[in-house]
């Protein structure tokens, strides 16, 4: 992903860079300019403006969708796993902490998940 948004960024770029040296070639001839050249000149530098737009968009729209694509095994990966623990422990439902309200006597099943996906995380040596 990080290659992808530096050759993204590094497109954006060009394009901004092509923008501004239109610009500041339409100022430094504006006062030689007549109407129909200038109106011309506006234009280019307005379409140029949209492209850079649209192509910031459409950037954005394909980085969220690789990113989507690359963290699809992850997700069901995951998935498998909280599968396997609510089977183990018998569970019918799983919620995410984040969207309950409320729950009383509820069992945390993070730790369970962790270690059916087999990763081993970094103990707290704050004490």
């Known amino acids: 992903m990080q290659d992808y948004q530096q050759q993204v960024n590094s497109q954006v770029q060009v394009k901004y860079e092509v923008l501004q040296a239109k610009i500041a070639e339409y100022e430094k ?3 030689q300019l007549d109407q129909e050249s200038k109106l011309a000149k506006e234009k280019e530098i307005q379409r140029l403006d949209l492209d850079l737009q649209k192509y910031r968009q459409d950037a954005q729209q394909a980085a969220t969708e690789k990113e989507n694509r690359l963290l ?25 902490a984040a969207t309950l309200l409320y729950t009383a006597n ?18 707290d040596n704050k004490g």
Do not use: C, H, W
């Not at 509820?106 to 103990?123: A, C, K, N, R, W």
């Open 29 to 31: 001839l504006i006062g």
């Open 72 to 96: 699809e095994p992850v997700y069901n990966r995951v998935q498998k796993a909280i599968d396997a623990v609510a089977k183990d422990k018998g569970y019918e439902q799983v919620f995410r």
């Open 106 to 123: 509820s069992e945390d099943i993070f730790d369970m998940v962790v270690e059916e996906l087999g990763i081993q995380l970094p103990t």
